[in-house]
């Protein structure tokens, strides 16, 4: 019995121990045939990602430079019954028929237009009459001695500033209260 057991077990270990490596070189293929797999779809992707991304940043240049280019449209848009109502006071201008009241009225008309005009645009006028000097968005002229108004008040307004959308275009051009001395 031990001649049996002793000539069938390594027989029986050695194809056990076949079968076993078989089995895992299979194993290890399939994981392998996986993981390829795997990386090529991940790959796959990665390359679908970087078109896109590419894909975008044209798209994105495109947009920046039809922004730079037509950004202006809707203001010069905007502007264009300013123009035609300049051109019919000048028409009217050489009339010698027109009273100089009408002209002003016009030319009234045609200031409100563009005040409108630039009021949609976001453009908004500063004119501090009275309020605090604030340096940030007024500029001095002169400041002059005033018994009826508070020190460091703005009294005048010799040229009205303007912001873009709460952003800064030019200062309001004033003249600044000083006590009396």
Same mark, same amino acid.
């Given at each position: 019995? =031990?001649?049996? $057991?002793? !000539?069938?077990?390594? %027989?029986?270990?050695?194809? %056990?121990?076949? =079968?076993?490596?078989?089995?895992? %070189?299979?194993?290890?293929? $399939?994981?392998?045939? &996986?993981?390829?797999? *795997?990386?090529?779809? %991940?790959?796959? /992707?990665?390359?679908?990602?970087?078109?896109?991304?590419?894909?975008?940043?044209?798209?994105?240049?495109?947009?920046?430079?039809?922004?730079?280019?037509?950004?202006?449209?809707?203001?010069?848009?905007?502007? @264009?019954?300013? &123009?035609?109502?300049?051109?019919?006071?000048? /028409?009217?201008?050489?009339?010698?028929?027109?009273?100089?009241?009408? @002209?002003?009225?016009?030319?009234?008309?045609?200031? &409100?237009?563009?005040?409108?005009?630039?009021? *949609?645009?976001?453009?908004?006028?500063?004119?501090? #009459?009275?309020?605090?000097?604030?340096?940030?968005?007024?500029?001095?002229? #002169?400041? $002059?001695? =005033?018994?009826?108004?508070?020190?460091?008040?703005?009294? $005048?307004?010799?040229?009205?500033?303007?912001?873009?959308? !709460?952003? @800064?275009?030019?200062?309001?051009?004033?003249?600044?209260?000083?006590?009396?001395?």
């Amino acid at each position: 019995m =031990s001649t049996d $057991q002793a !000539g069938a077990s390594p %027989s029986g270990e050695r194809g %056990s121990d076949d =079968s076993i490596a078989a089995d895992e %070189s299979m194993r290890l293929e $399939q994981a392998l045939a &996986q993981a390829e797999q *795997r990386a090529k779809e %991940s790959q796959e /992707q990665m390359l679908r990602a970087l078109a896109e991304l590419d894909n975008v940043r044209k798209r994105a240049q495109r947009d920046i430079e039809a922004a730079n280019r037509y950004g202006l449209e809707k203001f010069a848009a905007e502007l @264009l019954p300013v &123009q035609d109502s300049l051109e019919l006071a000048i /028409q009217s201008a050489t009339r010698t028929d027109v009273d100089p009241a009408t @002209l002003r009225q016009g030319q009234e008309a045609t200031l &409100q237009l563009l005040a409108k005009a630039l009021e *949609r645009l976001g453009v908004r006028a500063i004119r501090p #009459l009275g309020e605090p000097f604030d340096p940030a968005r007024h500029e001095a002229m #002169l400041a $002059q001695e =005033s018994a009826e108004a508070a020190p460091d008040t703005v009294l $005048q307004v010799v040229q009205a500033g303007f912001e873009l959308n !709460g952003r @800064l275009l030019r200062p309001a051009r004033v003249i600044v209260a000083k006590a009396k001395a």
